[in-house]
């Protein structure tokens, strides 16, 4: 046991989610810490208005830059990073204002359905805080890039801390739910102030600067990710905030503002540390993607060990003082709150663990997965919603319908996840059709060592390999492109970038190995012919001169003239073999 827990304290892993962990920590420690002041100054009604708006942003925030900030980890450089960042902001300015003027075209029906006459009133603080919000998630991932895990963390609770304060401090002149929804946007606000000058520092650093093309390039190259993450990404904010939007709808917001208190006590606690472990997870295995595919199962299957043991142990907590805990802190008009936690302790166990790892479609390039998951997730959740509607349930067991379906759909989600890291069990992926495969580069390499003679080849002519093999590697790049394009159509043979990267680089070792091979037959050519011109040198008499100028020393000559510098032809055939 000792030696286990050194080795936690010694993995670099476990430390950056710690570094995360304590940021989020702290976060939400100072929200849950004002709770019972908040609750005091705000009716459940109140704060169930609250709660409708942070589901609309919430579902909305999934629009603002159409899945494209999952790819902000992905390329190697950080200049095309930078331009995935910047089409983000750009579609996040254009989602936020459109937001807001339906917002504000719409104000009469969405009063009537929601039966809240004051929020659709609020369309222009929905266009600010979704930006703002939506700005802030974008930035997350340059820092999770970048692994300023300190400085991301650090954000966390000066956002916490600009909210709360702005909160308790409205209530006091007695704003009703407007006074949370305000302090709510100066907390976003608080967060990125810090998040966007790092992105511009790291920017200025590197001497990069955005330019349209650059922008349009990353669009194409990551298309993928709004045809189809963004539906599912959509899909599963609606049934995450659905519950809150049905309750207020068909059962009042008093009691939607009970199950949204429910939601945030017990949330809060597994958030934060699901937040921070699927962050760390994405940077190690976007790492691991590009360098060392053989680690990607490995991780997966200790961060889900590890979040099952801690999220059983969180669950087992609130399950058993959950109603008595939320009468004495927060009054006992908040006293269902406790109730509806022990319905929703399996949903956030089971989220807790798929979510954690849930990143792992994204790195392996499968959001077709996500698709396919959202979409039978969103039947599942409607059809158990629907079904407590009509058969008249109360709302304990309309929230218990959705705890035992949102569960189904993340038991699903950890399949999927699963699934998609199979192909790596053996350690290594399978290759590509036509390919250099392991096997072939482990002969390649087995062969006898050519370096001493291949550093006697003339200056020249070593130019003129590395010149064709940039030839060839950009042939070969742009040949695999085309392959992924062409094999979108087929998931089970499409390749991935990282996969393609590294048959790059295979075919690179191969196809040098093959240069130093020809040459070195063209070295020994010309040592041969220089060793006849000698003999014959030596040899007296005319006849061996004549013979030497005759057919066979013409001969001879355009044999070694054909061996000491490849041909068209030569080089046709390496290029067949890479």
């Known amino acids: 046991m000792r030696n286990y827990f050194r080795k ?22 100072i929200i849950l810490v004002t709770l019972p002041l908040v609750t005091r100054l705000y009716t459940p009604a109140e704060y169930g208005t609250y709660s409708i708006y942070l589901s609309i942003i919430g579902i909305l925030l999934m629009l603002v830059s159409f899945s494209y900030e999952s790819a902000v980890t992905l390329p190697e450089d950080d200049k095309t990073a930078s331009s995935v960042l ?30 809240d006459r004051e929020l659709p009133h609020y369309s222009l603080l929905f266009a600010i805080s979704l930006f703002f919000g939506g700005s802030y998630q974008i930035l997350n991932y340059w820092l999770i890039r970048k692994k300023h895990y300190r400085k991301l963390a650090r ?6 801390i600009g909210q709360v304060s702005s909160q308790i401090t409205l209530s006091l002149f007695h704003f009703g739910p407007l006074g949370l929804i305000a302090g709510d946007i100066l907390g976003r606000f608080g967060g990125l102030i810090p998040q966007w000058k790092q992105w511009r520092s790291d920017m200025r650093q590197n001497a990069i600067h955005l330019k349209w093309p650059d922008l349009r390039e990353s669009a194409y190259r990551y298309r993928r990710f709004p045809q189809l993450s963004l539906a599912s990404n959509l899909l599963n904010s609606v049934v995450i905030y659905l519950p809150t939007i049905w309750l207020a709808t068909f059962y009042g917001v008093h009691v939607a503002g009970w199950f949204a208190l429910g939601q945030r006590i017990l949330g809060s606690p597994m958030t934060l540390i699901m937040s921070s472990v699927r962050n760390v997870y994405l940077a190690e295995s976007s790492e691991y993607m590009i360098s060392n595919p053989g680690q990607m199962r490995p991780l997966f299957l200790k961060t889900v060990r ?51 790892v849930g990143s792992t479609i994204d790195v392996m390039e499968r959001q077709e997965l996500h698709l396919y998951r959202e979409i039978i997730r969103t ?29 189904l759909g993340y038991v699903l989600h950890l399949g999927l996840s699963w699934l998609s890291i199979r192909k790596y069990e053996g350690g290594r992926p399978s290759t590509g059709p036509d390919l250099p495969g392991d096997s072939s580069l482990e002969a390649e390499e087995g062969q006898a060592n050519l370096s001493s003679s291949y550093a006697e080849v003339q200056p020249e002519v ?25 094999w979108d159509t087929r998931p089970q043979e499409r390749l991935t970038y990282a996969e393609a990267a590294r048959h790059i680089v295979r ?59 490849p041909g068209p032809s030569s080089t046709q055939n390496i290029k067949e073999r890479g």
Not at 319 to 343: H, K, M, N, Q, V
């Open 86 to 115: 910047g089409l983000c902001l750009l579609i996040c300015s254009g989602v936020s204002v459109a937001s807001g003027v339906a917002i504000f075209l719409l104000q009469q029906p969405l009063s009537v359905w929601l039966q």
């Open 306 to 356: 590890h979040v099952f043991v801690l999220g059983l142990a969180i669950i087992a907590v609130f399950f058993t003082i959950g109603p008595a805990a939320f009468s004495f802190l927060f009054g006992d008009e908040w006293r269902e709150s406790g109730d509806y936690i022990r319905i929703l302790s399996i949903m956030y166990l089971s989220q807790f663990v798929a979510n954690s």
């Open 155 to 160: 954000t966390k609770y000066t956002q916490s």
């Open 379 to 407: 039947l599942i959740i409607t059809s158990a919603l629907v079904l407590a509607l009509y058969t008249n349930q109360t709302p304990e067991m309309v929230i218990l319908f959705f705890s035992l379906a949102s569960t």
């Open 462 to 486: 070593l130019q003129e390999l590395e010149i064709r093999e940039q030839e060839l590697h950009r042939a070969r790049l742009q040949w695999l492109r085309e392959q992924r394009e062409a």
């Open 507 to 565: 075919a690179a070792r191969l196809e040098k190995e093959a240069e130093k091979q020809a040459l070195l037959e063209a070295g020994s050519g010309v040592a041969v012919e220089g060793s006849a011109e000698g003999s014959t040198v030596g040899s007296a008499g005319g006849p061996a001169a004549g013979s030497t100028g005759g057919p066979m020393g013409g001969s001879a000559a355009g044999s070694t003239g054909g061996s000491a510098e």
């Open 8 to 29: 936690l304290a010694l993995d670099k892993f476990l430390r950056s989610v710690l570094v995360l962990a304590s940021g989020t920590l702290i976060s939400q420690l």
